[in-house]
């Protein structure tokens, strides 16, 4: 039998499905899942004192936090992603002024070019210090913030699969609000089908494909994005500039991994469609697809879709 819950954490929802042969053992499994995206949230969030996260950023310009291997680890995968997309990814967007970039429905102009490379500056990945032999990170600015809104959901969902997979769940899906991983087989033997969204009509789907093995993210301008002058902005802000991008609906990467899929969906979104489907058709096992703002479709060259 396929078996489901939906939960909210790490403020998304999140379904997880398993395969098994009564509902109380996949129940029991799924909560094992839970415990771990819970466990995952209190060591990554930046809403608590109690968190890792928040003591580098409380400490930023400071002194070094000495931190745990996992989040160590996490955070060097972090800097070698924003090496190979030259800053498109970037942890130390924290910093970011929310009020500056609300995206609500008084927002009605883009602030100067000035203003909004000010509200940048403090972003920067290269002054994220990570000291390996002691296993601390140091922000070098006062006012440095780090978090993880761009690997964190991708990062859980891996690690809810593996304790699934050590639990001996052979199959199953973790979702995290469109951050997916997937292996194993459906109950019928057949791979799972995976839907993108169309991002005009969000419980929509405009294409699908299967996949086993396999993990999707989608990053949208369709949650959160303001028109100016009859041009949609999303609410990814290029790190470099200060401004919200424009010009894609919808980036979809189809990777190893939910970590990486997560992650590498954004700084495509930052890089534009030329250089961001360049830039992945570079990869290898990586695929993508890019819907722009006049629903056209880009496709890497690795895609097939059903």
């Known amino acids: 039998m396929l078996w489901k819950k939906v939960d909210k954490l790490m403020g998304n929802r999140f379904e997880i499905s398993v395969v098994g042969s009564n509902e109380n053992w996949c129940s029991d499994k799924i909560n094992l899942a839970i415990e771990e995206i819970k466990r995952i949230e209190r060591l990554l969030t930046t809403f608590s004192t109690?968190?890792?996260t928040f003591q580098i950023n409380e400490?930023?310009?400071n002194?070094?936090?000495v931190v745990p291997d996992e989040v160590f680890n996490l955070i060097e995968r972090?800097?070698?992603i924003s090496r190979i997309t030259q800053g498109a990814f970037d942890i130390s967007y924290g910093s970011l002024d929310k009020r500056f970039w609300n995206f609500d429905t008084q927002m009605t102009s883009l602030p100067d070019p000035e203003t909004a490379k000010k509200s940048v500056a403090l972003i920067n990945y290269e002054n994220i210090i990570l000291d390996k032999e002691n296993k601390t990170i140091f922000l070098k600015n006062k006012g440095m913030r780090i978090g993880f809104g761009g690997i964190g959901k991708g990062y859980a969902a891996e690690m809810a699969k593996k304790i699934l997979l050590q639990n001996g769940v052979e199959s199953g899906i973790v979702n995290a609000s469109g951050d997916l991983t997937a292996w194993g087989t459906q109950e019928n033997g057949q791979a799972w089908t995976i839907g993108?969204?169309?991002?005009?009509?969000r419980n929509d789907i405009f294409s699908t494909f299967k996949i086993t093995n396999k993990a999707v993210a989608t990053s949208g301008n369709?949650?959160?994005f303001v028109i100016i002058n009859n041009k949609k902005y999303s609410h990814t802000i290029d790190p470099k500039t200060g401004y919200p991008v424009s010009g894609i609906k919808s980036v979809t990467i189809i990777a190893e991994n939910a970590e990486i899929a997560d992650a590498l969906a954004t700084p495509v979104t930052v890089m534009g469609i030329e250089v961001g489907m360049d830039f992945i058709n570079q990869l290898k096992h990586i695929g993508c697809i890019i819907i722009d703002d006049y629903d056209r479709k880009y496709f890497s060259n690795n895609i097939t879709l059903t």
């Open 50 to 52: 109690d968190s890792v």
């Open 59 to 61: 400490n930023a310009g």
């Open 63 to 65: 002194k070094p936090i």
């Open 78 to 80: 972090c800097q070698m």
């Open 196 to 201: 993108v969204a169309n991002p005009n009509h």
């Open 222 to 224: 369709y949650e959160k």
